[in-house]
């Protein structure tokens, strides 16, 4: 069990966590959740003792043993097999001990306890983990100087998961795992002996592998039961409820602070007044609870629609140096494609990526491309081409030279990027915002096909969100290659299988290939065939899944409008509470105070259809998107 009470936490002055306090049950699976800056990563370091907190403590059982993923990825000459056998300590020198000891007494605790931690099955054991984050048997036997530091980050992930600690701390565990790595993590966490704290911005990742949410949020902790998609609907509830309160609470407060304020000063009155002041100063205000809802991402629509297919592949062989990565690729890419490519990394999905995009290539075959087609590319790299002295104004305005100032810190605003950090240098930007600049400057002249790989590493969840409603309401073609399986759910049409050198259509769904992954194509094609027989094919449900999204922009632009019409209504209700709050208002002018009274009534009625009719919009797009 892993106990906080009372933590509070300042980083440069700034207080992060706040007399923060939860208590997570033993042998739980939870995601903390929060923001990007609420402070999660720093909890973690709290929780390890790499940082001491200000006040509070944190209660963890004596003998438990605690491990995340090491911060540098090891690069020495020993083998991947090697380097995760030796992160289980106790074997190693059990081992060690073995080879020197001569009291036969003491050798045959030595293997009771090796037997016990189950030494002799540690090989397969760890030879399983680093097969499901993508190393093959002969990959394991490499050196790990081999590999690049991503891969690496693997190695050090593979290397904590075969330690078993009693207290596993991962954060953002699938930054540096292909989809395919993902869904075996998933599955793993999911069935670990023991506690998980687990940060990530993956949806589908905490709905499947985790059972209880801790949100960080404004410097506090709160503990949900069940996966995201729960906590997220509990939460909403409680927001909804505790708004409620507040808004009685304050009318409750206008109406005793009126009473005050009129009779204080008359004799007859005076007590009566002075009992609802007291009474107005021990009612402990209710905070309303805001939620902080991530700025919305814009993708410019292609100018012209161009004659289907965009792009056309005939026979196309490409690589590196000579040597064929991809091999006959015969596909077609329509106007309005939403193409997700699916395959293990090292498959070919970002050589396929770099070819279309023009960034490689052909060494054979055939490529047509439409008259004045736009390619817009975006992929994780290109985060180090930024100007780092520059700030997203200055990258804009070279692409809007003669462009005033206002026009273009407008366009800048479509990026997604608040005010206050526009004038930010790009290299003081954090991640997401990083990414959020580097996708605005790619799509900015209206591309045909847009082509995304891996483009959430550094959003946060409501920023993903931000994301797919871009990418739904984008009128252009989407090729998209991306571990977020509910991004690729939620935008994808049509579903690409990159692998054997080759790339085709992928007669399933993400739930078919998830099935793929974890259990082997027979179990796949046999669940598939059930699930066919059962709901129709496929294709079916991936053509109504299109024939959805193509409701969601005006959808969309009902429920802004719906969202204008609140926002308009409160502030009016506001100027008329106001108004009215003045005792001497209706002595002095009855008549328009009665008719401010009545356009107040008729405000709120009207406020509360216009809520009625945003909350249906609103679950009507969830169900569509």
């Keep these: 069990m892993l106990q906080i009470t009372d933590l509070t936490y300042r980083i440069g002055g700034r207080l992060l966590i706040d007399h923060a306090s939860v208590t997570l049950p033993a042998r739980s699976k939870t995601g903390l959740v929060g923001r990007n800056g609420a402070g999660k990563s720093t909890l973690f370091k709290l929780i390890t003792g790499d940082l ?103 190695v050090a992930l593979a290397a904590v998961l075969f330690s078993e600690p009693d207290l596993l701390l991962l954060d953002e565990p699938t930054n540096y795992l292909d989809l395919e790595g993902t869904l075996w993590l998933e599955n793993y966490v999911a069935r670990y002996p023991h506690q998980v704290v687990l940060i990530s911005h993956d949806r589908d990742l905490l709905n499947k592998a985790v059972d209880s949410i801790a949100h960080l949020d404004r410097g506090k ?73 991530s700025r919305p991402i814009h993708f410019p629509d292609p100018e012209g629609r161009l004659a289907p297919p965009i792009l056309k592949l005939e026979n196309v062989s490409t690589g590196y140096d000579g040597k064929e990565i991809l091999k006959r690729l015969t596909v077609n890419i329509d106007t309005d494609d939403r193409i997700a490519l699916l395959g293990a990394n090292g498959n070919g999905k970002s050589t396929f990526a770099k070819l279309i995009s023009g960034r490689l290539d052909a060494m054979s075959g055939e490529i047509t491309k439409a008259t004045k087609l736009k390619i817009a590319f975006f992929a994780q790299h290109q985060l180090d081409e930024l100007r780092p002295a520059e700030n997203a104004v200055e990258h804009v305005r070279r ?107 992928y007669d399933g769904d993400m739930e078919d290939y998830r099935r793929l992954i974890l259990q082997g194509p ?24 299109a024939e959805k999204r ?54 709120e009625k009207k406020l509360v259809k216009t809520e009625e009719e945003w909350l249906e919009l609103s679950a009507e797009y969830e169900e569509a998107s």
Excluded at 61 to 87: F, M, Y
Excluded at 132 to 151: I, M
């Design 399 to 505: 692409l809007m030279p003669q462009a005033p100032e206002a026009q273009v810190r407008a366009r800048v605003a479509r990026f997604g990027l608040p005010t206050d950090r526009m004038d930010t240098p790009a290299k003081d930007l954090s991640g997401g915002e990083k990414a959020r600049l580097l996708l605005g400057l790619a799509t900015f002249d209206g591309p045909n096909l847009l082509i995304l790989d891996e483009p959430t590493n550094h959003l946060d969840i409501d920023s993903r969100e931000a994301l797919i409603l871009a990418l739904n309401d984008f009128q252009g073609a989407v090729v998209l290659i991306s571990h977020d399986r509910h991004l690729v759910e939620a935008c994808a049409d049509r579903l690409w299988l990159v692998a054997d050198g080759g790339v085709a259509p």
């Design 550 to 603: 193509h409701l969601l922009k005006p959808l969309r632009q009902k429920i802004e409008a719906a969202e204008k019409e609140m926002s308009r209504l409160q502030d009016k209700i506001v100027k008329l509470d106001e108004a009215l709050a003045d005792p001497e208002f209706f002595t002095r002018e009855p008549d328009r105070a009665t008719k401010f009274a009545k356009e107040r009534a008729y405000c």
């Design 52 to 154: 001491s907190s200000e006040s509070g403590s944190i209660q963890i059982p004596k003998s438990a043993r605690i491990g995340q993923v090491a911060q540098e990825a090891p690069g020495t000459e020993d083998s991947l097999l090697d380097v995760v056998l030796a992160a289980d300590t106790e074997r190693t020198r059990l081992l060690m001990e073995a080879e020197t000891e001569t009291d036969p007494a003491r050798i045959a605790d030595i293997h009771t306890r090796l037997a016990d931690i189950g030494s002799h099955t540690a090989e397969a054991r760890a030879g399983a983990i680093l097969s499901g984050l993508g190393f093959d048997a002969e990959a394991q036997k490499r050196p790990c100087s081999a590999f690049s530091g991503g891969w690496r980050m693997r």
């Design 221 to 293: 902790l709160t503990f949900y039961r069940g996966g995201y998609d729960s906590f997220d609907r509990q939460r909403r509830e409680k927001m909804v409820l505790q708004q409620k309160a507040k808004e009685k609470q304050d009318e409750q407060r206008k109406h005793l602070q009126a009473f005050v304020d009129r009779f204080r000063a008359k004799a007859t009155k005076a007590r009566q007044a002075q009992s609802r002041l007291k009474m107005l100063e021990k009612m402990e205000p209710i905070a309303a609870l805001t939620e902080e809802s």
């Design 522 to 545: 027979d179990a796949e094609k046999k669940a598939r065939k059930e699930e066919e027989d059962d709901k129709g094919s496929a294709q079916e449900r991936r053509r109504e899944a």
